[in-house]
Nanobody
């Protein structure tokens, strides 16, 4: 059983930066495929970024602004968000799926989820 906990959300002005962290316990981060999703009010859950043992994948809407990384020694995954826009406002969720396969971009592919952290970008 893997437990995930996000942190680092908050309120930031447009153009600012935030770094979200996701701590995985009960599992080993190096053998987990990890992902970040977000859900804005009234909208569906959207893929933001994913990482596996070999590389990363980013949604087009955040390419060049967001970066996903991991620290296997600490069982943590990060989402560095730069040049934030009001449309980035959402609850951000960390997700994990055991295995060494491809980067997962669909929510149904992930078994484990965190509770989410709110990111609000003011204009």
């Amino acid at each position: 059983q893997v437990q995930l906990e996000e942190s680092g959300g908050g309120l930031v002005q447009a153009g600012g930066s935030l770094r979200l962290s996701c701590t995985a316990s009960g599992g080993t981060a190096s053998v987990l495929r990890m992902g970040w999703f977000r859900q804005a009010p009234g909208k569906k859950l959207d893929f933001v970024a994913g990482i596996n043992w070999a590389g990363v994948g980013m949604a087009d809407s955040v390419k060049g602004r967001f970066t996903i990384s991991r620290d296997n020694a600490k069982n943590m995954v990060y989402l560095q968000m730069n040049s934030l826009k009001p449309e980035d406002t959402a609850v951000y969720f960390c997700a994990a799926e055991p295995g060494l396969g491809d980067i997962l971009t669909h929510e149904v592919s992930y078994t484990y989820w965190g509770q989410g952290t709110q990111v609000t970008v003011s204009s």
